[in-house]
């Protein structure tokens, strides 16, 4: 009998492609059987059928697309703000739904899963999440480090998360610049760091309070248009971008956005921006670690500093990248010396040592080609591996930045994390 599954694609945009599509059609067919793509725009569908060089069939009705299609799993791919109704659908359905993070934008969305999770038990659907960042080589590595006791109990956390110019504007040119579809990038983003964090100190948040606000892009600008291309402000601004690698996905592209209007290179000074381009949260876990997070979406270098401070001692990751001021490509002279990764542990026992992070290739450090594997790589029934993030954990991640929106809301009114799991 084949071991194959079969699976289908909900959200044929970027990451759809990229990280599932092309690997289950090439990689992982020993276990997987790509059988469907749907997204609400048809002539995404046709553009990812040509990207693909597939002539998958594709569906713009989800119930339909369960119908005919008859996946054993779906994987969203979607905007964040859809992604509940079709994991809860695909749950109601008994089937497997593997999930881009965020899981959802808020903690409505959040209790509507869990409660689909539970009615839907007996039929036999699951939902994981794809938090990716777990699957870093420093960050499984830090978790190598915390678990063998090195610094002892974990007591306080610095994480400091620098989105530079390009990276960081990205999130003002699309869809993500709404708070009502991504839930700001204190979920859309910062959900990967909040999901790491929980994971590598193994336990869950308690108190929290925030502040955060749009203080450079949006109305911050000094000028606008509505997109890059035929912008007449083009030449003296730093944000100007060519979004296509290509003229075949220029063109495709611009087809598609004729019957939708979601364009991918809008001004990221326009007024519509709502999310908060800096933050800082403070919160508390259950076992008592203490946590400072701090975004930056308008860095002048992208990279993090996360810092884990224990009873025996430090452990320090930093990773500074080879950044590109604004999308224009200015780089910050003389930043060639502090770019690369250190993960350094400072022990009043073993003195400073700097610890070695694994190779590894692949988009996201690596991160990818490993949790694909995990995922797509393996038998359909092969147990669970430690980095593979369940319903319960993903919650979690979303509950952070969900508590941290209400309490910036609410003018940095301290909340508890997980009353969202009840109401508000
Ligand atoms: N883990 C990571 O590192 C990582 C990186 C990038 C994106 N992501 C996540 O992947 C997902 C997709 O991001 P992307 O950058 O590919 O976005 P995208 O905008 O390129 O693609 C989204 C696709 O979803 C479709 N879509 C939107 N609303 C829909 C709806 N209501 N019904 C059906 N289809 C709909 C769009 O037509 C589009 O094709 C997001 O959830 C994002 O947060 C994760």
Same mark, same amino acid.
């Given at each position: 009998?084949?071991?194959?599954?079969?699976?289908?694609l909900?959200?044929?945009?970027?990451?759809?492609?990229?990280?599932?599509?092309?690997?289950?059609?090439?990689?992982?067919?020993?276990?997987?059987?790509?059988v469907?793509?749907?997204?609400?725009?048809?002539?995404r569908?046709?553009a990812a059928?040509e990207?693909?060089g597939?002539?998958l069939p594709g569906?713009?009705?989800f119930?339909?697309?369960l119908? =005919?299609?008859?996946?054993d799993?779906?994987?969203?791919?979607?905007?964040?703000?859809?992604?509940?109704?079709f994991?809860?659908?695909?749950?109601?359905?008994g089937?497997?739904?593997?999930s881009?993070?965020?899981?959802?934008?808020?903690?409505?969305q959040?209790?509507?899963?869990?409660?689909?999770a539970?009615?839907?038990?007996?039929?036999?659907g699951v939902?994981?999440?794809?938090?990716?960042?777990r699957?870093?080589?420093?960050?499984?590595?830090l978790?190598?480090?915390?678990d063998?006791?090195v610094i002892?109990?974990?007591?306080?956390?610095?994480?400091?998360?620098?989105?530079?110019r390009?990276?960081?504007?990205?999130?003002?040119?699309?869809w993500?610049?709404?708070?009502?579809?991504s839930?700001?990038?204190?979920?859309?983003?910062?959900?990967?760091?909040f999901?790491?964090?929980?994971?590598?100190?193994?336990?869950?948040?308690?108190?929290?309070?925030?502040q955060?606000?749009?203080?450079?892009?949006g109305?911050?600008g000094?000028?606008?248009?509505?997109r890059?291309?035929?912008?007449?402000?083009?030449?003296?601004c730093?944000?100007?971008?060519?979004?296509w690698?290509?003229?075949?996905?220029?063109?495709?592209?611009?087809?598609a956005?004729?019957?939708?209007?979601?364009?991918?290179?809008?001004?990221v000074?326009?007024?519509?921006?709502?999310?908060?381009?800096?933050a800082?949260?403070?919160?508390?876990?259950?076992?008592g670690?203490?946590?400072?997070?701090s975004?930056?979406a308008?860095?002048?270098?992208?990279?993090?500093?996360?810092?884990f401070?224990?009873?025996?001692?430090?452990?320090?990751?930093?990773?500074?990248?080879?950044?590109?001021?604004?999308?224009?490509?200015i780089?910050?002279?003389?930043?060639?010396? =502090?770019?690369g990764?250190s993960?350094?542990l400072?022990?009043?026992?073993?003195?400073?040592?700097?610890l070695?992070?694994?190779?590894?290739e692949?988009?996201?450090g690596?991160?990818?080609?490993?949790?694909?594997?995990?995922?797509?790589g393996?038998?359909?029934?092969?147990?669970?591996?430690?980095?593979m993030?369940?319903?319960?954990q993903?919650?979690?991640a979303?509950l952070?930045?969900?508590?941290?929106?209400?309490?910036?809301?609410?003018?940095?009114?301290?909340?508890?994390v997980?009353?969202f799991?009840?109401?508000?």
């Open positions: 009998m084949s071991e194959r599954k079969r699976y289908v909900a959200g044929t945009g970027g990451r759809g492609l990229g990280m599932f599509a092309k690997p289950l059609l090439t990689n992982f067919t020993k276990y997987c059987e790509l469907g793509l749907f997204d609400h725009n048809p002539d569908i046709a059928n990207i693909l597939s002539k569906y713009t009705d119930g339909e697309m119908r =005919s299609a008859n996946p799993a779906v994987i969203v791919s979607t905007r964040d703000s859809t992604h509940a109704e994991i809860i659908q695909t749950l109601a359905a089937k497997r739904a593997i881009e993070k965020p899981l959802c934008v808020d903690g409505k959040c209790r509507e899963i869990l409660a689909a539970k009615k839907y038990k007996r039929k036999g939902c994981y999440v794809t938090h990716n960042m699957y870093g080589p420093a960050i499984s590595e978790k190598r480090q915390l063998s006791g002892g109990d974990v007591k306080a956390i610095n994480f400091h998360e620098n989105l530079d390009k990276h960081g504007a990205d999130y003002f040119r699309r993500h610049r709404v708070k009502k579809n839930g700001g990038l204190l979920i859309h983003k910062a959900s990967h760091h999901d790491a964090l929980n994971w590598l100190v193994g336990s869950i948040p308690v108190d929290l309070v925030a955060g606000g749009t203080i450079f892009y109305k911050n000094p000028f606008r248009h509505d890059c291309d035929g912008c007449p402000h083009a030449k003296k730093d944000f100007y971008a060519e979004m690698s290509n003229e075949r996905n220029r063109k495709l592209y611009k087809e956005e004729k019957s939708d209007g979601y364009i991918r290179d809008g001004c000074f326009d007024k519509e921006v709502d999310i908060e381009d800096h800082g949260v403070l919160y508390t876990y259950k076992n670690a203490k946590v400072t997070y975004l930056t308008f860095a002048t270098y992208e990279g993090w500093h996360i810092q401070e224990g009873t025996k001692g430090r452990l320090e990751l930093k990773e500074v990248h080879d950044t590109r001021w604004a999308a224009g490509n780089t910050v002279h003389g930043m060639e010396k =502090s770019i990764k993960l350094t400072y022990s009043p026992r073993e003195g400073l040592k700097e070695s992070i694994p190779e590894a692949g988009a996201h690596g991160a990818d080609p490993a949790i694909q594997h995990d995922f797509f393996r038998p359909w029934d092969a147990p669970l591996t430690a980095r993030a369940p319903l319960d993903a919650v979690q979303v952070i930045g969900h508590a941290a929106n209400v309490s910036i809301a609410k003018k940095s009114k301290p909340v508890k997980q009353d799991l009840k109401r508000g």
